[in-house]
């Protein structure tokens, strides 16, 4: 729609598309997150249940029975001894960090223009700007990552019972590149953040 609206009227939007974001204000609620918080927030409760930090667990959940909460849990795949995953974890996801998408924002705005976006007496088509790393990962990648950071010492169990989603989803940032912008945030730093600023892990 911008494309055709810079078209039609002269005008000078920029569309910006963008894959799996993350940061400091994810959702962490297991029935609206995204991967990366569910799985942050899934080995953080198995950590508290290892280690019997039981009115953490309670506070966490808003509960006031235990058996309750462990039932819980248990109904996520989050145990004392293990995380269920669902799937294969072989799907692989791309993830930018929002400090990052929001960098990229300013960069656009204050350094790129609309006939920056398409060459001179050519078709003007796609000109929409792919915002991520260029990078992605598998879920068991992922997962491996976030249980290390956590520090929980159970296993990861992948129900491949389970459905995958969406095989792989890396974007293509070629163009963003080439424009003079790239992320700053690798997504094991990425993590670390969200564990360590978070509100609801404190």
């Known amino acids: 729609m911008c494309e055709s609206y810079n078209i039609q009227y002269g005008t000078n939007f920029i569309t910006l598309a963008l894959n799996n974001l993350y940061g400091t204000r994810a959702n962490f609620d297991f029935g609206k997150s995204r991967v990366l918080p569910a799985l942050l927030r899934k080995f953080h409760l198995a950590k508290l249940l290892e280690e019997e930090r039981e009115d953490e667990i309670l506070k966490d959940l808003k509960m006031k029975s235990l058996v309750e909460a462990k039932k819980y849990l248990a109904d996520f795949g989050i145990l004392k001894d293990y995380v269920e995953i669902w799937g294969t974890g072989k799907v692989r996801r791309e993830f930018i960090h929002s400090d990052d998408l929001a960098d990229a924002a300013i960069y656009v705005m204050k350094n790129i223009n609309f006939s920056d976006l398409y060459k001179k007496n050519e078709k003007i088509k796609n000109t929409h700007i792919n915002i991520g790393t260029g990078i992605d990962y ?25 459905p995958d989603s969406t095989m792989n989803r890396l974007m293509d ?30």
């Not at 598998?138 to 389970?162: D, P, R, Y």
Request: hydrophobic share 45%; net charge positive; glycine share 10%.
């Open 138 to 162: 598998s879920i068991a990648e992922v997962a491996q990552v976030v249980k290390q950071i956590v520090g929980f010492k159970g296993e990861l169990i992948f129900n491949s019972q389970k």
């Open 173 to 202: 940032c070629s163009k963003i590149h080439a424009l003079g912008w790239r992320h700053k945030i690798e997504l094991e730093n990425g993590i670390k953040m969200m564990y360590n600023i978070i509100g609801i892990f404190k």
